[in-house]
């Protein structure tokens, strides 16, 4: 089993240390793990969102962070795994893209999930805040939500994109065919050349399915995008959860291996 999509107490969102999930890791006999902690937002964002301060570790302390994962690499590579990946979750909202390339930029990453939480200011995933959906028309949003994931994925700065289809996270889901959402942003993912995360955080939220759909990964495997598998664990009883029900999902969508990305290289693990 792998994990490539791990969060820490650090996201003042989650809860427990490296540690405790290297443990919790070993416990369900995990392989591979990424931890792939919130990137600090900029400033600006922080001081017209000052709520933003919950969604990601400050700036001070991404140092102890990647300090603190290539030394639990160290110690689980010595006492017999499971292999430790240091990896980062990056928003790649319109207008941050140079906020993340300065401090992506500064750390030997293994990988960089690109993820997008914000429309127009509105972190649209926090559950404190779905009043924000009233004032759109759904099929709008996700319109607009798919841009910006495909504008994501364009930049360049992200291995891997994330919880692709998040915006269903409460179930506001638009009538009628989603094949075109999903062709299209297919069809930008395989253009950039990103991983695409099998998230399976979705099971355990209002949308009750896994990040992506089966109709979104059928098209992620016509269009030749290689996928990867992440719990987006924020407690260490998540590690790997869910893991069973993704690999059945990528079996029906035709997939037969996934990847694991070390220094940015993308290598292939067979279902």
Not at 3 to 18: E, K, M, P
Not at 80 to 104: C, F, K, Q
């Amino acid at each position: 089993m792998i994990d490539l999509h791990i969060h820490t107490a650090r996201c003042r969102h989650g809860l427990g240390t490296v540690a405790e999930y290297v443990d919790a890791a070993r416990e369900v006999g995990a392989t591979t793990i990424a931890f792939t902690e919130h990137l600090p937002l900029p400033d600006a964002l922080l001081r017209a969102d000052p709520a933003a301060m919950g969604y990601a570790m400050p700036a001070s302390e991404l140092p102890a962070y990647v300090d603190e994962v290539l030394r639990a690499r160290e110690a689980a590579g010595s006492t017999g795994g499971p292999e430790v990946l240091l990896g980062i979750e990056v928003d790649l909202h319109p207008g941050n893209e140079d906020h993340v390339r300065t401090l992506v930029d500064s750390y030997p990453f293994d990988l960089v999930l690109g993820s997008v939480h914000y429309i127009d200011g509105w972190a649209f995933d926090d559950p404190s805040r779905t009043e924000g959906y009233t004032g759109w028309d759904i099929a709008k949003l996700w319109e607009r939500y798919f841009d910006d994931v495909v504008r994501a994925a364009s930049t360049g700065l992200a291995d891997v994109i994330a919880h692709a289809d998040l915006i269903k996270k409460f179930g506001y889901v638009p009538h009628g065919d989603l094949r075109p959402f999903y062709a299209e942003a297919a069809e930008a993912f395989a253009a950039a050349g990103c991983v695409v995360e099998v998230n399976t955080a979705g099971l355990r939220k209002p949308c009750a399915e896994l990040y992506p759909s089966d109709a979104f990964l059928r098209e992620l495997r016509k269009a030749g995008v290689r996928v990867t598998v992440g719990s987006d664990a924020h407690a260490p009883c998540d590690v790997c959860t869910g893991y069973s029900q993704a690999v059945d999902a990528l079996r029906r969508a035709g997939y037969e291996s996934i990847v694991v990305l070390r220094e940015h290289a993308a290598v292939e693990v067979p279902l």
